[in-house]
């Protein structure tokens, strides 16, 4: 039995689709407005807009409904400071081990080019570069946001257990942007697992695995807006048995 | 008039990068009339590609480290940033099917 004591417009109403052509639903202004903040406020997040956030994350779809992830709200600037220290250290080491931008020393391009071969992903070229300038100190990692949200998921969960915390990641996020806050996916969390320090302190162990965290704040200025992005093709298997692609 | 380096000056620009082999960068173009000198756009920026230059953003010459990210568009007040090339890895780490860049659409 729902519950119609939360929002009684809502509850118990069909939903209609839009016309064609239709001007933009309000859920549908919050994804396509929202903008990655890198920018924000020393103003801290009050406790009951996290908590109201942290909500939208719980009420996710996952796997098996099974629900298995962990939120770590770290609001205390001394420990978001110490961790983004030594993340920048993990980057500064890499940049000194290799480095196929600036190599200086001949042995730097082709372990960074190995590096590439054997983890495509964590350096592609893209976060090797940002690695590059957070190792050279022009870019922060959490932008000086006033609260982080790490989390963790279970690997013991059913399914994929990064792809279910990713799902109520993005509920967080889009709720945190409904409320006219800045957010920011930083991945740059991961080289945090190199240090039993932060292990023990996030208490990182088993089963929970360290997978992304989002920055969260008071954005500068009125970062969210229209912008063009690259339309991606899309392979359309038709009812009447054609194919076509679409973009 | 809109003042910004076309693709063919960027090539010219000297760099550790194989320009146009590995990858080739975002460009935005700053209109510098509209432009009034908020300076948001400037922290904003990710790879740090935008300078200001006598109260005037504008794209830092030397190596602008730009992903097309679209920040800086949505931040300015006096819609004076667009995004006029979006960045584009080559070679091995080419993207299949991309095309063309274009804001939301109402089907």
């Known amino acids: ?247 | 008039m809109p003042e910004y380096l076309t693709w063919k000056d960027r090539r010219k620009i000297e760099s550790f990068y194989k320009l146009g082999e590995d990858l080739n960068l975002g460009v935005v173009a700053i209109d510098q009339d509209s432009c009034s000198g908020c300076g948001l756009c400037v922290p904003v920026c990710v790879g740090r590609a935008i300078e200001m230059v006598d109260k005037k953003a504008r794209m830092v010459t030397d190596f602008p480290l730009c992903m097309s990210c679209g920040d800086c568009v949505a931040i300015c007040p006096e819609n004076s940033v667009k995004l006029i090339k979006f960045f584009e890895l080559k070679r091995s780490f080419r993207y299949l099917d991309r095309g063309k860049p274009e804001p939301p659409r109402r089907f």
């Open chain 1, 1 to 247: 039995m729902a519950d119609t004591t939360l929002n009684k417009e809502v509850e118990g109403k069909r939903i209609r689709p839009p016309e064609r052509g239709a001007p933009f639903n309000a859920v549908e202004d919050i994804i396509y407005r929202r903008r990655s903040v890198r920018y924000y406020l020393e103003k801290q997040v009050p406790e009951y807009l996290v908590r109201r956030i942290l909500e939208a994350g719980r009420f996710a779809p996952s796997a098996g409904n099974a629900q298995t992830w962990k939120f770590i709200v770290v609001q205390d600037k001394k420990m978001i400071a110490e961790m983004e220290e030594d993340v920048l250290k993990v980057c500064r080491r890499v940049k000194r081990f290799a480095d196929y931008i600036e190599p200086g020393s001949k042995h730097k391009e082709w372990r960074a080019k190995m590096l590439m071969r054997i983890m495509p992903n964590s350096f592609h070229p893209i976060p090797f570069t940002a690695m590059k300038v957070m190792g050279e100190g022009r870019v922060g990692v959490w932008h000086d946001a006033p609260t982080v949200i790490v989390l963790l998921a279970d690997r013991r969960s059913p399914g994929d257990p990064s792809v279910d915390i990713v799902i109520a990641g993005q509920n967080m996020v889009l709720t945190a942007h409904s409320f006219g806050l800045g957010t920011c996916w930083v991945s740059f969390i991961t080289p945090l697992n190199f240090y039993p320090k932060w292990k023990k302190r996030l208490g990182i162990r088993y089963p929970y695995k360290l997978v992304t965290s989002i920055a969260l704040g008071y954005p500068r200025g009125i970062p969210d807006g229209y912008v063009p992005r690259e339309t991606q093709a899309i392979d359309w298997f038709s009812e009447d048995g054609t194919f076509k692609v679409v973009y």
